[in-house]
């Protein structure tokens, strides 16, 4: 690798790392074993993202310039940044890939690219890059494309076929807040731009003929946090409506850094990382465990999740009524609102219950978190008495004050 290369890396890898929308999950499995091609989405494992069945993958995360013709106020990138700007070619940030691949560093590509000249040039070159990857090279390894939401349709499209999986950051959950920090950018471009992507993945999916061509499996996008006024209701309320009706496979969101030379509009500190930890335990409440967003909502204080609780636990604490729950007759439905018990755990549980009657001990074996199940469920030898009606139930369940050592950050 030359020194121009080098330098070009550094400055583009660390320009993309504000980009939280580059887990490889869900990608189609593309196997060089027995044909020609370099490269598989499914191999053993610089960029960690995780699989549904745990895997680590390794990719690359670039972008192809970090130059850019919109000046998006919260974004480090943006025209009026006073940062170093370096810029790849097609043909250099696919032969990177290759030579990052060859040598076992990586297994897959996210590339992402600041806006220049135009949405259209910006995406030819996205999609010039993965075409040269895919069809000179014959590289079968994970690719992950930014997608420009003003861009040809038809660019789009020829993304969705070279690409594994496609993500058109939304960036902000309030339209009100695009306009004033983004101006150059629409919210509703952004939605047909998803709209499009869902449609063509539906089409492909419902495609039965032996020529059907492959498209990318799923699409996901990403939210600043604590970039303006937007509360966790709002960002939620947002998110289900992106789940519902794109079909996204995720919601990304991202604590606000503050950058050099910002707006006098953003806020001066970063939001407490763990409020970007609570909207993640949400998300996952409402794509995985049956919960809508109107009673994730109904948990939060003022709109803001509890930074001390998860909100699993602080929606059970407001509804007490519907506990203890008897684990050897509860639905799973039931079972997974259970603060501490998980879709696993629920499941054998329901297994397990067809062969005899659950006692202490049976859960001991089949849940990872005891101490927090047992003020909310009953079974054949444990009831939790008058423990679910304590004031002092909310500060047991409390993580417990940890004292931080001489390296440990506040």
């Given at each position: 690798?030359?020194?121009?290369?080098?330098?070009?890396?550094?400055?583009?890898?660390?320009?993309?790392?504000?980009?939280?929308?580059?887990?490889?999950?869900?990608?189609?499995?593309?196997?060089?074993?027995?044909?020609?091609?370099?490269?598989?989405?499914?191999?053993?494992?610089?960029?960690?993202?995780?699989?549904?069945?745990?895997?680590?993958?390794?990719?690359?995360?670039?972008?192809?310039?970090?130059?850019?013709?919109?000046?998006?106020?919260?974004?480090?990138?943006?025209?009026?940044?006073?940062?170093?700007?370096?810029?790849?070619?097609?043909?250099?940030?696919?032969?990177?890939?290759?030579?990052?691949?060859?040598?076992?560093?990586?297994?897959?590509?996210?590339?992402?690219?600041?806006?220049?000249?135009?949405?259209?040039?910006?995406?030819?070159?996205?999609?010039?890059?993965?075409?040269?990857?895919?069809?000179?090279?014959?590289?079968?390894?994970?690719?992950?494309l930014k997608t420009i939401?003003?861009?040809?349709?038809?660019?789009?499209?020829?993304?969705?076929?070279?690409?594994?999986?496609?993500?058109?950051?939304?960036?902000?959950?309030?339209?009100?807040?695009?306009?004033?920090?983004?101006?150059?950018?629409?919210?509703?471009?952004?939605?047909?731009?998803?709209?499009s992507i869902r449609s063509?993945?539906?089409?492909?999916?419902?495609?039965?003929?032996?020529?059907?061509?492959?498209?990318?499996?799923?699409?996901?996008?990403?939210?600043?946090?604590?970039?303006?006024?937007?509360?966790?209701?709002?960002?939620?309320?947002?998110?289900?409506?992106?789940?519902?009706?794109?079909?996204?496979?995720?919601?990304?969101?991202?604590?606000?850094?503050?950058?050099?030379?910002?707006?006098?509009?953003?806020?001066?500190?970063?939001?407490?990382?763990?409020?970007?930890h609570r909207l993640y335990?949400?998300?996952?409440?409402?794509?995985?465990?049956?919960?809508?967003?109107?009673?994730?909502?109904?948990?939060?204080?003022?709109?803001?999740?509890?930074?001390?609780?998860?909100?699993?636990?602080?929606?059970?604490?407001?509804?007490?009524?519907?506990?203890?729950?008897?684990?050897?007759?509860?639905?799973?439905?039931?079972?997974?609102?259970?603060?501490?018990?998980?879709?696993?755990?629920?499941?054998?549980?329901?297994?397990?219950?067809?062969?005899?009657?659950?006692?202490?001990?049976?859960?001991?074996?089949?849940?990872?978190?005891?101490?927090?199940?047992?003020?909310?469920?009953?079974?054949?030898?444990?009831?939790?008495?008058?423990?679910?009606?304590?004031?002092?139930?909310?500060?047991?369940?409390?993580?417990?004050?940890?004292?931080?050592?001489?390296?440990?950050?506040?």
């Amino acid at each position: 690798m030359g020194f121009e290369i080098r330098q070009k890396l550094a400055i583009l890898a660390d320009a993309a790392k504000y980009d939280a929308s580059c887990a490889s999950s869900g990608g189609q499995k593309r196997d060089s074993r027995g044909a020609t091609g370099v490269g598989s989405v499914n191999g053993s494992g610089i960029c960690h993202s995780y699989t549904p069945d745990g895997r680590c993958v390794s990719l690359l995360k670039i972008l192809l310039t970090n130059y850019c013709m919109y000046d998006c106020a919260f974004c480090v990138n943006r025209v009026s940044s006073n940062v170093r700007r370096a810029r790849f070619t097609p043909a250099e940030a696919a032969q990177l890939t290759l030579d990052f691949y060859r040598r076992n560093f990586i297994e897959g590509l996210f590339l992402s690219s600041g806006i220049i000249r135009s949405p259209d040039y910006t995406m030819e070159q996205l999609v010039e890059t993965a075409r040269l990857l895919r069809e000179d090279h014959q590289f079968r390894g994970y690719i992950h494309l930014k997608t420009i939401p003003d861009a040809d349709p038809a660019l789009i499209a020829r993304a969705g076929e070279l690409a594994d999986r496609l993500s058109c950051n939304i960036e902000l959950p309030q339209e009100q807040s695009l306009k004033a920090l983004a101006p150059e950018k629409r919210i509703s471009t952004i939605r047909r731009s998803m709209a499009s992507i869902r449609s063509q993945i539906d089409g492909h999916a419902a495609d039965k003929s032996a020529r059907k061509r492959r498209f990318a499996t799923g699409q996901s996008t990403q939210m600043i946090v604590g970039a303006d006024s937007a509360d966790d209701s709002a960002i939620l309320r947002t998110s289900a409506v992106l789940y519902g009706g794109y079909r996204l496979r995720r919601v990304y969101y991202s604590a606000f850094s503050p950058i050099p030379d910002a707006s006098a509009a953003l806020p001066l500190r970063a939001p407490p990382l763990q409020r970007e930890h609570r909207l993640y335990q949400a998300d996952w409440l409402l794509r995985f465990y049956g919960f809508d967003v109107e009673e994730l909502t109904q948990a939060t204080d003022g709109g803001m999740l509890d930074l001390n609780l998860d909100p699993k636990t602080s929606w059970a604490l407001k509804n007490r009524a519907l506990f203890p729950v008897d684990v050897n007759r509860a639905p799973r439905e039931m079972l997974l609102r259970v603060p501490g018990l998980g879709v696993r755990a629920a499941d054998r549980m329901i297994a397990a219950r067809r062969h005899g009657a659950l006692r202490l001990d049976d859960i001991s074996r089949l849940a990872s978190s005891v101490k927090k199940i047992l003020p909310f469920i009953t079974a054949l030898d444990w009831t939790p008495g008058a423990t679910l009606d304590s004031d002092r139930l909310m500060q047991k369940l409390r993580p417990e004050p940890r004292q931080l050592d001489l390296f440990s950050c506040a």
